[in-house]
């Protein structure tokens, strides 16, 4: 199991430096340049900026003091935001993304994984279609539409909740700012669980040992709990690893939607303005995520299937 | 390209659905005569009815309000004058790369003024601007632009420009399209908020009733707090709340008043400001000198700070040299602190509207030993030190910039307000519903998509802007050097339906490029015969 673990850390470290090499390549290949504006600079003060930002060094350079700054955390300045550094913004935002995150996917598993069991145990009956269509309609539905949907429904028309911001402090009234994002950011995931842990079940009750188990007499209750759940969830797991990337993603939507402060907005703002800094600060603190917690669902998984764990 | 066609579909309607209204828009016959002369034109310059013109590129940077404008203008041309029209938009920093590079044929452009005068639109097109951006060069334009700087008698200034304007028009590098309107919606509670042609407010006298904070949506992140590395509308609106020049801004007429400066005197020749400092501090108590003033005029003048609006400066003696690396030495740069209290500025000409010019953030003072002390830190909430009606009180990127009071400041008897909280969503629909769940007091961007019902509203707030919405033809190469093709293509857009169909929230149709917002300058036309 050690040496497992140890060789899927070495290998999402490898990964990483190969997504900042080549993100750092992409952001310098990128047309157009910070510091163009509607009025034309003077190209003395273009290079005034450019000195200031080390923009004038050769790309080796540039990129070896970067990776000194990157296993710091440290991201430099944004060129964006003048005088400020990019850990000042990727900071504060980041435990928003990863709260709003945690939030849409426990949320999604909340729902999704029992819409899926319960299909499930009514295979095409009237449970499982209307189980299915509502899992349809979630992936066909994109965020960007949900969002503000949700928003003239319950904010607007109704005046049941918020229609966004962050919470100032952790009182009821203040919480209730975050529910409308996380049916926002879970919806789509609600929808793929559902499916997926469907059909995990409807394929493990097929299964030899299930036919076995009712043989010798189990209730049915217990066959479908004790003996089909374990098994029937595994592809579901499987899925949190790519689902906490699109958690994260998704988020960068939703942030826009409804205008919460978190490390999406940074990005998008980021590319747009050209500011290699906060682009790279935001790729790396994303990509990072991703892979541990891919790396956890890993571990996960090779405690659930040992076959996973010899491989 | 396929959303361009739907685009122009859209736009084929809305002009159906208005020729076929009963009874001619006003201006029918004149547009009908325009189109009529631009065919002439075309045809003059060896181009009849659109034959030899492959195509015409038309470059914008996305958004959707462009778009529809570039889609009314492909098929304007093509029905009227037969030419086929090609839309590119590409995203604002490579839009950027390829107006300064000319790599396009026509571009969506726009500029507002930065102060009340004819000449902040005709400086653009000097050769030398870095606003050109159009290959278009004349010595003429240059030279009256350059003259109505000398000029000391007003209305011959304005007659100097209105010179320059009119070879503008004959030429035609820009196809003026309108001019804007500013747009904005704040609550019946909001008080001591008025309106002016530059849409700023300043905030010594707003409140909201019944509330100790006013809450506005500022669009955008602000990027600095830094007066000297600031740019755009959000930072002006927090830096002239937190910082004071040596004038500041009347709410109801924008007219310049007494700032730091308490009086000033000019001299004959209009050229020697001398600015008579009153006795205010900083938010941590040390008074507000002279030597503030000097500090940060030569720090932003400096060639190796880099600094977006420095050109402002530029009407001082000796600062363009010395920011443009002519000379090193920054005591060339004719300002001077004759002693605490007395702030001396020699100007290279006569500059009517200086007292308000030095209203803008560039202009601010800065506190030297603060610099120097936090370096690149000190813009942070707890090194900052200001001279304005408010301080900054948090700055949660992102979320908010809160300001309170300054009680220190010289005018805080008059300042209503506890604190001002601006917000920085620049999503305008998600900006709308904040505003529309009572989250915030003052929305400063409105959603496009919902102006239709918004502009009917009591609390929609719209005004005359100084600013132009204009595109520019590279005048480099093809058909488009022919300043009669480039005539002939500005006379052929029927600028009522644009406004009244496209643009639909009040603009005004421009047929000349300085504003026609200054009450002694006559501005010339294009669309008159050669």
Redesign the interface.
Known sequence: MLGFLIRRFAAGLATLFIIAVFSFCFTRL?????????????P??IK??E??YGLDKPLYVQFWRALKGYVRFDFG?ST?????SVN??IE??LGKSIQLGFLGAVFAFLIGLPLGVFASAHQNRIPDHAAMSVATLGICVPNFLLG?LL?QLF??KL?WL?????PEDGSLKELSKLILPTITLAMVHIAYISRLGRAGMLDVMNKDYIRTARAKGLNEWTVFVKHGLKNGVTPVVSYAGPMVALVLTGSIVVE????I??LG??FV?GA???DANMIMGCVLVYSALVIAFNFVVDVIYGLLDPRVRVS | MRGSLLAGLVISFCLLACDSKAGAPPSQEAIGDRIAYAKQLLAEAGYPGGKGIDKIEVLYNTDEGHKKIAAAIQQMWNKNLGIKVELRNSEWKVYLDDLSKLRYQVARRGWIGDYRDPYTFIELMKSDSGNNNTGWSDPEFDRLALASGAEADPTKRYEILRQAEAILLRDLPVLPLYYYVSQAAWTDKVKGVYQNIMDYHPLNEAYVEGSDTIVINNGTEIQALDPALARGVPEHRVLNAVYEGLTRSDPRTYDPLPGVAESWDISKDGKTYTFHLRDCAWTDGKKVTAHDFVFAWRRILNPTFPSDYAHMLHVVKGAEPYNSKKTSDPLTVAIEAKDDRTFVVELEHPVPYFPELVTHYAFHPLRKDVLEKYGDAWTRTENIVTNGPFKVKEWRPNEHVLLEKNDGYWGAAKTRTRYVKFLPHDNRLTAWNLYLTGKCDWVTTLPVEKMKEIIQRPDYHGATYLGIYYWSFNCTEGPLKDRRVRKALTLALDRDVIVKHIAMQGQVPAYGFVPPMFDAYKSPRFDVKD
Request: cysteine-free.
């Open positions: 990128a047309p157009g340049s910070p510091f163009s504006s509607e009025r034309q600079l003077h003395e003060i005034a900026y000195q200031y300045p964006m935001y003048r005088g400020r000042e913004y504060p935002g503000p928003v904010s607007l005046k918020p229609s966004t911001l962050w826009k939607v409804f205008a402060p978190g907005q940074h703002n747009l303005n050209r």
